[in-house]
């Protein structure tokens, strides 16, 4: 099956850049979508089809996708963007959805 | 706006069925796919499986012997059943909405259902 890999914390100043990294066998050909979770709330779609936002989530928020890393961005970041960040990809071999282990995102 | 309500009994004991539905509005259940999702406390998040709104359905392998997922397409909702529950499947069971499109992302979440398992 599926692995996705993800750091179990990732640590930034206010004001800074966040990388969250989700690794997966050649994961560059495949579509990655990005979930943010705040403690006691259900995920939020941040991120779709790699780099895609939602209507309502602001542009400080990117996403990349090549080779074997897809990466979530959070320019500038703010006290309100501490939570925890899912990477999830659709596995079409097995048609599975799959989650990497989340990330949680502290700021300093 | 779609909205996704999960209901259910809070508490079930080992060996029963935890039974949950989702009561989708807003928007028919007759497109799409539903599926269950779940989190125990303190960690991530794992998919249960999807039903498709022809009834098709997909689960994942390490539940796939316990969970049915099912439609009922007049009330437009959706209903999960996991057979011979142990403590290990206390978690918060949220239901979600996946596009059709190749990437089948989840833009629409229900506020969540903790179920525990104990006696």
């Known amino acids: 099956s599926y692995v996705l890999t993800q750091p179990p914390s990732v640590s930034v100043a206010p004001g800074k850049t966040a990388r969250i990294t989700c690794g997966g066998n050649?994961?560059?050909?495949?579509?990655v979508h990005w979930y943010q979770q705040k403690p006691g709330q259900a995920p939020e779609l941040v991120i779709y089809?790699?780099?895609d936002r939602p209507s309502g989530i602001p542009e400080r928020f990117s996403g990349s996708n090549s080779g074997n890393t897809a990466t979530l961005t959070i320019s500038r970041v703010e006290a309100g963007d501490e939570a925890d960040y899912y990477c999830?990809?659709?596995?079409?071999?097995?048609?599975?959805?799959?989650f990497g282990g989340g990330t949680k995102l502290t700021v300093l | 706006q779609v909205q996704l309500q999960e209901s259910g009994p809070g508490l079930v004991k080992p060996s029963e069925t935890l039974s949950l539905t989702c009561t989708v509005s807003?928007?028919?259940?007759?497109?799409?796919?539903w599926s269950w999702i779940r989190q125990p406390p303190g960690k991530g998040l794992e998919w249960i499986g999807y039903?498709?709104?022809?009834?098709?359905?997909n689960y994942n392998p390490s539940l796939k012997s316990r969970v049915t997922i099912s439609l009922d397409t007049s009330k437009n909702q959706f209903s999960l059943k996991l057979i011979s529950v142990t403590a290990a499947d206390t978690a918060v069971y949220y239901c979600?909405?996946?596009?059709?499109?190749?990437?089948?992302?989840?833009?629409?979440w229900g506020q969540g259902s903790l179920v525990t398992v104990s006696s």
């Open positions: 979600a909405r996946q596009g059709v499109g190749g990437g089948r992302f989840f833009d629409y």
């Open positions: 807003g928007d028919s259940i007759s497109s799409y796919y």
């Open positions: 039903i498709y709104y022809t009834g098709s359905t």
């Open positions: 050649n994961i560059g050909t495949k579509s």
């Open positions: 089809y790699d780099s």
């Open positions: 999830q990809v659709w596995d079409t071999s097995s048609d599975h959805v799959v």
